[in-house]
């Protein structure tokens, strides 16, 4: 961040200029909102953003959004057509230090000339809270405008205050159409692969491939082209060789995980388990911890299947077991036996009704007196207090059960479990019969 505060005309205009050997996404990247493909919705015409940087009027906004949607490109945007100062730091490298540093020169810069800063903050989610609420008194005072890019939902990796007091703009994935644009922007670019070809079987390839990256097209298309001595037709075979696999999008503290996790559960209480089994392997793929599944699949065999099948606790246990003792990538089999015998399972939440009955009296009643033939009759002295008086002990009676009083006063037996009518749970009683 090298600036000469006191001689604007002396300063750098945008971001820096890509060299011809830089990767070709960057060579490529867009000077003005008018070439950037996509996000029409944010930069079409009469959109808010596109009329806030058309007018250098931008205030501090949160780009959120996957990797290659534009991010890094609209703050390039920005800096070629701001009046203020620009300037760029990266969460990866920067420190408290450094924010501070450049909010002090963007203070000195508007007493100095009277002339504004656009802070970028590039994976401004690797910020811990300290570097966040160092932005937060320039931000709230002007002395910055700040533009933070992130691929993370700013709900959970964004201060409140700090989310608060900037825009939030959501980039979605490229279309097909848009990531196709861009790579044939990119076949007749003299700074790209002008003199090569693709075919349209190659061309399929890459967007698929790209899932709305367009950072990703450009790179696989990049390598292909390398494939060859001399411009010229870049095979559909060059395009699959130059791709690494599925791009799976996701984030371990964001939208993606909780919507893919939901998408899991729901699976399993719907009795799915072909989706069920998909959406546990496409997380293990893109690197969710196995054991937060394996700890899901704990839980939702009592919330949701409970007594209706109590073997799924069990096999629910021996599977996290499992993948403790054995570890990824063999315990994937465990992990989805154990996720198919979830699914299958019939269904019941009646221990979760009943939990929820439970807390509901206990708020209720607060501190409920035991009634006395259930207190502790076995200390000196509790027989001339009467507890334990009248209590019936059920294995005197032959059929191990007898008919009494276990609740408080104030709640009546049924109130708080209730049995469900699926798989076994309605069959888990039948042994005791009433008292003739």
Do not use: C
């Not at 906004?61 to 390039?76: D, E, M, R, S």
């Not at 399993?268 to 989706?275: F, H, M």
């Amino acid at each position: 961040m090298s600036e000469n505060l006191f001689d604007p005309g002396d300063e750098p205009r945008g971001m820096t200029r890509p060299t011809a050997s830089a990767p070709l996404a960057a060579r490529l990247r867009p000077a003005s909102v008018d070439d950037i493909v996509g996000q029409q919705h944010l930069l079409g015409p009469g959109a808010p953003l596109r009329a806030a940087i058309d007018n250098d009027r931008l205030r501090s906004v949160i780009l959120w959004g996957p990797p290659g949607t534009g991010k890094t490109t609209l703050a390039n945007v920005v800096a070629a057509a701001t009046k203020s100062a620009f300037v760029e730091l990266s969460a990866v490298t920067a420190g408290v230090k450094d924010v501070r540093s450049a909010i002090e020169q963007a203070r000195a810069r508007r007493q100095a000339v009277d002339r504004g800063t656009v802070l970028f903050i590039d994976e401004i989610h690797r910020f811990n809270k300290a570097q966040q609420d160092a932005l937060l008194p320039a931000v709230e005072d002007g002395s910055v405008v700040l533009i933070g890019a992130t691929t993370e939902n700013p709900s959970f990796e964004v201060n409140a205050p700090l989310l608060s007091r900037s825009l939030l703009y959501r980039l979605e994935p490229l279309s097909d159409d848009d990531i196709a644009t861009i790579v044939r922007r990119a076949l007749d670019d003299p700074r790209g692969l002008a003199g090569h070809r693709l075919g349209d079987q190659a061309l399929a390839a890459l967007v698929a491939a790209a899932d709305g990256d367009a950072r990703a097209a450009l790179t696989a298309l990049e390598a292909a082209a390398a494939t060859l001595d001399a411009p010229g037709e870049i095979t559909a075979e060059a395009v699959r060789a130059a791709l690494t696999g599925p791009r799976l999008r996701y984030d371990r503290a964001g939208d993606q995980h909780y919507d893919q996790i939901s998408a899991f559960i729901k699976s399993l209480k719907g009795s799915d388990p072909d989706a069920a089994v998909y959406w546990m392997v496409r997380m293990l793929a893109a690197g969710e911890d196995p054991k937060f599944i394996a700890r899901r699949m704990v839980i939702m065999a009592s919330e949701d299947i409970g007594l209706a099948d109590p073997n799924a606790l069990v096999v629910a246990v021996a599977g996290f077991q499992a993948l403790e003792r054995v570890g990824l990538p063999e315990a994937r089999f465990s992990l989805a036996e154990t996720a198919i015998y979830l699914a299958r399972a019939p269904k019941s939440n009646s221990v979760l009704r009943a939990l929820a009955a439970a807390d509901d009296a206990v708020a209720r009643l607060g501190n409920a007196p035991v009634p006395p033939h259930l207190r502790d009759a076995h200390y000196r002295g509790a027989a001339r207090l009467g507890h334990g008086k009248g209590y019936r002990y059920p294995h005197d009676d032959p059929r191990g059960w007898v008919e009494q009083r276990y609740l408080p006063e104030g709640l009546e037996p049924g109130t708080i479990y209730r049995p469900g009518s699926h798989g076994v749970e309605g069959d888990l009683d039948t042994w005791r019969a009433p008292p003739k």
